[in-house]
């Protein structure tokens, strides 16, 4: 409060609230269930100079892409580097897959495959100020991983992890698809039989127990005080789990406790306490790491656990206008900050994976960790698929309406840092003995 010569950033706070309740989930909730429902209609006749992300090409051609690896290697038992604070430095070697061929990417983030005429957006590389974040080794991963379960469970950004990962791990090993259930795939299981890793994804998109959203109710409903089974009856038989939820967060929903309403968030019609949302996530969290700790606490099995933090969005104008996330360059050191939602909801996380540490200081065998990714992904506004969500969304001229997607993440793009540092915390910890051991 009274800090009113800091204009730009007091501006965007006191802008944020109404954003947030108003456009933000509105415009993610159209993305989130309906997909592919922008008339046709707007196709056709469109004016040729509605402004365009289109102009900006990468001036120089891309290399090829290469697979060597950085000689830089951290030692693995090291004081943690701090990966939270750095800064995107270009880098002609590029991804660590070709997206073309990486046959695991949801369509919508295939970015490459649908037509994005940049291609700059694939040479950056997350320079972490403290130390060097050496490029992704798939074998050390495999050989980290052998004979384990790793388990994404969460929303469509888990998902998006997960693609990152598979892709990654698929230039030196062949998954196979063991398992796949529900609508979208939303439950599927891969063998990775060189050395017998399996990486699974669980679709659940608030971790404790919940309804979604339907035809015929138009808020979700959320036990706060429960998880959702869907993941938690696999427990015992996981080594590894990355939860990542958020975004599904912001929709109007009811909240309950037991049998009690605790009350809802954005909905006008029910006569319910409007409690916002964040309260809410911090409860589903501690319920989600409690009963995790409850349930593997005394086991004999490890188990290691790591939360992503909360993924900025970055729609800067109309959802379903051209240039709704127009950017295709990183933003620089120091020319944004994490504020606001994005900034409340990744604090809230990391102070809870910290309470679930502190609680789980006297169980030997379970690790916890916050994969801290809010602030490096905020600073890739290029790195959404926006209108290449949809294939070739320009072909037959410029629209005027189309739909953006500027929450999940182009495939190659910036989620493979995420799995990066992933990758380096896994490291670190092999290098350390168990506690007690
Ligand atoms: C990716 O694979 C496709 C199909 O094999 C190939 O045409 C393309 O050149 C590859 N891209 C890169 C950057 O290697
Ligand atoms: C991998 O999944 C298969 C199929 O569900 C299962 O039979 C096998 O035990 C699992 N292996 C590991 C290491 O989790
Ligand atoms: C809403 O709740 C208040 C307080 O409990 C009650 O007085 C009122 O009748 C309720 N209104 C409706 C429409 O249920």
């Given amino acids: 409060m009274g800090k009113d010569h800091h204009q ?48 900006s090409f990468s001036s120089s051609s891309p290399p090829p892409f290469s697979s060597s690896l ?4 951290e030692r693995a038992d090291e004081t943690p580097c701090d990966y939270t604070n750095g800064n995107w430095v270009h880098d002609k070697m590029g991804p660590l897959y070709n997206g073309t061929t990486c046959g695991t990417i949801k369509e919508g983030q295939n970015c490459i495959t649908h037509g994005r005429p940049d291609f700059d957006y694939l040479y950056w590389r997350w320079q972490p100020k403290e130390c060097k974040l050496p490029r992704f080794d798939p074998n050390i991963f ?5 004979n384990k379960h790793l388990a994404f469970v969460g929303d469509s950004m888990a998902r998006n992890q997960l ?4 892709c990654i791990l698929s230039t030196v090993s062949t998954p196979n698809l063991v398992y796949r259930n529900g609508e979208d795939n939303k439950f599927r299981k891969w063998n990775f039989a060189s050395h017998n890793v399996n990486i699974s994804v669980y679709w659940s998109p608030f971790l404790v127990n919940g309804i979604e959203k339907s035809n015929s109710l138009n808020y979700n409903k959320l036990y706060l005080d429960r998880i959702d089974e869907k993941w938690g009856a696999d427990l015992e038989h996981m080594d590894m ?7 599904w967060f912001l929709h109007p929903a009811v909240y309950f406790e037991g049998d009690s309403v605790l009350g809802c968030h954005y909905c006008p019609e029910l006569n319910h ?81 910290d309470l679930a540490k502190e609680n789980a200081k006297q169980l030997k065998r379970l690790r916890l960790e916050a994969l ?22 320009f072909a037959n001229g410029i629209k005027e309406r189309v739909q953006n997607d500027c929450v ?22 092999e290098g350390q003995s168990w506690r007690g051991e």
């Fill in 241 to 247: 789990l990355v939860l990542s939820v958020g975004h």
């Fill in 8 to 55: 730009p950033y007091s501006f965007a706070k006191k802008l944020l609230p109404w954003t947030l309740y108003t456009i933000l989930p509105i415009a993610i909730f159209r993305l989130y269930f309906y997909p592919l429902q922008l008339p046709q209609s707007a196709t056709d006749q469109l004016p040729l100079n509605t402004p365009i992300i289109l102009t």
């Fill in 273 to 353: 306490t409007e409690i916002g949302f964040y309260g809410v996530l911090r409860k589903a969290l501690k319920t989600t790491l409690k009963t995790i700790l409850e349930r593997r606490g005394s086991s004999n099995n490890n188990l290691d656990v790591f939360v992503t933090t909360f993924s900025p969005a970055h729609f800067e104008g109309e959802w379903d206008k051209a240039g709704a996330c127009p950017k295709i360059k990183p933003y620089k050191e120091g020319e944004k900050v994490l504020e606001g939602m994005d900034a409340e909801m990744r604090n809230l996380e990391v102070e809870e994976v």
């Fill in 142 to 146: 495999l050989e980290l991983l052998s």
């Fill in 70 to 73: 950085s000689q830089e290697e």
């Fill in 163 to 166: 693609e990152s990962l598979l």
């Fill in 408 to 429: 999940h993440w182009c495939l190659p793009g910036p989620v493979d840092t995420w799995n990066q540092i992933l990758l380096q915390i896994i490291k670190r910890w």
């Fill in 372 to 393: 801290d990714v809010s602030k490096l992904s905020l600073m890739r506004p290029d790195g959404h698929p926006g209108p290449y969500m949809l294939p070739n969304p």
